[in-house]
């Protein structure tokens, strides 16, 4: 009698062991579904995805955009924005006209065209300049080429201080107003500058009015 009370016994711990067995399993399997889905949910779900260039860092306005500052990601159709582009090289080279997070999609109207350094400069830098005539400002639009004047004061002339600058953004007033800027002045203009120049027109533009020429 006890060894089959033993017998049933042990057949019972048997089965409760395998039961253990196989929710510890299917618990196992749910986690790395789960993961999968994390990590590949376009693909896990079967919905059409596409891949797209995302930034793979939080990336600051007026970034000069570079292979490691971009990464691809597949996202699904739906939820892709227009304009995003597909292809990293497409990106390298070009300015950020606005922050962007890491993992932002990037489209084509973040990015402006050709920069200085890509026509034989030694390289580009953003540079803040505040521009002396407000309405100046206003006719400026994020990739446009400008050349930089200085104005005449008591001890100088007018100056061309570059050529060749892009406008990287302009900050211009939340409502459309002045806000706190002096009346005298324009908003706060970001310039794509070839490194050469950049120190030379940040001084100047704290020493004297500083314009630009439409191009």
Same mark, same amino acid.
């Given at each position: ?20 067995? @196989? ?72 300015? @950020? ?119």
């Amino acid at each position: 009698m006890d060894t089959l009370l033993n017998r049933l016994t042990d057949l019972h711990l048997l089965r409760g062991r395998r039961a253990r067995l @196989l929710r510890r399993f299917l618990a196992a399997a749910l986690m790395l579904a789960g993961l999968l889905v994390l990590l590949h949910p376009a693909s896990a779900r079967g919905a059409p995805s596409t891949a797209t260039v995302v930034a793979a860092r939080d990336l600051p306005a007026g970034a000069v955009l570079r292979a490691a500052d971009l990464r691809l990601a597949d996202l699904p159709d739906d939820v892709r924005p227009a304009g995003a582009l597909g292809d990293v090289g497409a990106a390298v080279g070009r300015l @950020l006209s606005g922050a962007a997070r890491a993992g932002e999609p990037l489209t084509d109207v973040r990015l402006l065209g050709t920069t200085p350094a890509a026509k034989g400069e030694s390289g580009t830098v953003t540079v803040a300049v505040r521009l002396a005539d407000a309405g100046v400002a206003e006719l400026l639009q994020p990739g446009q080429h400008v050349a930089v004047v200085a104005a005449p004061d008591a001890t100088h002339t007018a100056a061309e201080l570059v050529k060749d600058a892009m406008v990287v953004t302009v900050h211009r007033p939340e409502g459309g107003g002045q806000g706190v800027i002096a009346p005298d002045k324009g908003p706060l203009v970001l310039l794509a500058l070839p490194v050469s120049v950049a120190t030379e027109v940040a001084a100047t533009s704290l020493e004297r009015p500083v314009t630009v020429t439409l191009r």
